[in-house]
């Protein structure tokens, strides 16, 4: 079990930027290990955003590619997420998770969930 605490959530105006940090209680890199970011929006069912495999790929949804990074401090067991261009629809919950890939390409489960840190986007 690992404790995932985020923070770095608040208020931001469209065009804007904010950096969202997860901190685990332990490593979470180690091998086969994945580290995402999901999201829920009011009134939608939780998605994923973006995700990092121990060797360092990535994966983004495709209403965030080019304008949020995901990236990682393993001396810290920090995990980053870096919100640029920041529209309305971004608003959500956002959760650090992290888990383990299985095998060849993107199959992974998720193990462990941080509470949740809250993103409004303004106009």
């Known amino acids: 079990q690992v404790q995932l605490v985020e923070s770095g959530g608040g208020l931001v105006q469209a065009g804007g930027s904010l950096q969202l940090s997860c901190v685990a209680s332990?490593?979470?890199?180690?091998?086969?290990?994945?580290v995402a970011w999901y999201r829920q929006p009011p009134g939608k069912q939780r998605e994923l955003v973006a995700a990092?495999?121990?060797?360092?790929?990535?994966k983004y949804a495709d209403s965030v590619k080019g304008r949020f990074t995901i990236s990682r401090d393993n001396t810290k067991n920090l995990v980053y997420l870096q919100m640029n261009s920041v529209q309305i629809e971004d608003t959500a919950v956002y959760y650090c998770?992290?888990?383990?890939?299985?095998?060849?390409?993107?199959?992974?489960?998720?193990?462990?969930w941080g509470q949740g840190t809250q993103v409004t986007v303004s106009s």
């Open positions: 998770a992290a888990g383990r890939t299985y095998g060849l390409g993107w199959n992974f489960k998720i193990d462990d």
């Open positions: 990092m495999t121990s060797g360092g790929n990535t």
């Open positions: 332990r490593s979470i890199f180690s091998t086969n290990a994945l």
